[in-house]
């Protein structure tokens, strides 16, 4: 759990720590968090009834949505790697707000060039 904490936490390109380092082709993201969506399903609760957790749906979902914003960006924009820190809530609260401001009517390509930087 510790490491997929990190997959979305990264912000710098390079780090020692495992899944720490932006998303790319060879940065082994990809495989971890395909792997991961396979395991989450697998963890219950321990409680009488044995449910499953809702938070490893939802784990789910963004994993899903990881892949699928990945995809797009190779296919749209060529982009070479992701700080996934970036697609945090208040991160994206605060970029949106920014480039807003500078902006009467931003548009995709804008938010794309912040976010790959």
Same mark, same amino acid.
């Given at each position: 759990?510790?490491?997929?904490?990190?997959?979305?936490?990264?912000?710098?390109?390079?780090?020692?720590?495992?899944?720490?380092?932006?998303?790319?082709? %060879?940065?082994?993201?990809?495989?971890?968090?395909?792997? %991961?969506?396979?395991?989450? *399903? %697998?963890?219950?609760?321990?409680?009488?009834?044995?449910?499953?957790? *809702? !938070?490893?749906?939802?784990?789910?979902?963004?994993?899903?949505?990881?892949?699928?914003?990945?995809?797009?960006?190779?296919? %749209?924009?060529?982009?070479?790697?992701?700080?996934?820190?970036?697609?945090?809530?208040?991160?994206?609260?605060?970029?949106?707000?920014?480039?807003?401001?500078?902006?009467?009517? *931003?548009?995709?390509?804008?938010?794309?060039?912040? !976010?790959?930087?």
């Amino acid at each position: 759990m510790d490491q997929l904490f990190n997959a979305f936490n990264s912000c710098s390109r390079h780090s020692n720590q495992k899944m720490w380092h932006a998303m790319s082709l %060879t940065s082994g993201h990809i495989e971890f968090v395909e792997a %991961t969506r396979q395991w989450l *399903p %697998t963890l219950h609760s321990k409680s009488k009834k044995g449910d499953k957790r *809702p !938070c490893m749906e939802d784990w789910q979902i963004a994993i899903n949505s990881l892949l699928m914003l990945w995809e797009d960006l190779q296919k %749209t924009q060529e982009v070479k790697f992701l700080r996934t820190s970036g697609l945090n809530q208040d991160c994206v609260e605060n970029l949106s707000s920014t480039i807003r401001g500078h902006r009467d009517n *931003p548009v995709r390509k804008s938010f794309v060039k912040v !976010c790959a930087r």
